[in-house]
Nanobody
């Protein structure tokens, strides 16, 4: 079965960087649109960034210029490089894999940015 496992979250000071990883198994990553979402306490889950199988990327306005999504199809892994982190980036970050009609989610990794 498909499994997505996120890692790389943690506590960082404002202005710092983190790199999240999402290791996929039971699927061929190159066939899927891979994405990162986040959910802060009391808020809805929101798209942070995604990358289609064709290499097209999309970012939330709030992270443009600071975050970069990348995918290594050979390693079946997708990454989210997060720079210039802000306290408002604090959330649980989830990896997603989507190809119509299926979608899969990881368990999430906590990112906390202190001011």
């Amino acid at each position: 079965q498909v499994q997505l496992v996120e890692s790389g979250g943690g506590l960082v000071q404002a202005g710092g960087s983190l790199r999240l990883s999402c290791a996929a198994s039971g699927m061929i990553l190159s066939h899927y649109t891979m994405g990162w979402y986040r959910q802060a306490p009391g808020k809805q889950r929101e798209l942070v960034a995604d990358a289609t199988s064709g290499g097209y990327t999309k970012y939330a306005d709030s992270v443009k210029g600071r975050f970069t999504i990348s995918r290594d199809n050979a390693k079946n892994t997708v990454y989210l490089q997060m720079n210039s982190l802000k306290p408002e980036d604090t959330a649980v970050y989830y990896c997603s894999a989507k190809v119509i009609p299926s979608s899969y989610w990881g368990q999430g990794t906590q990112v906390t940015v202190s001011s």
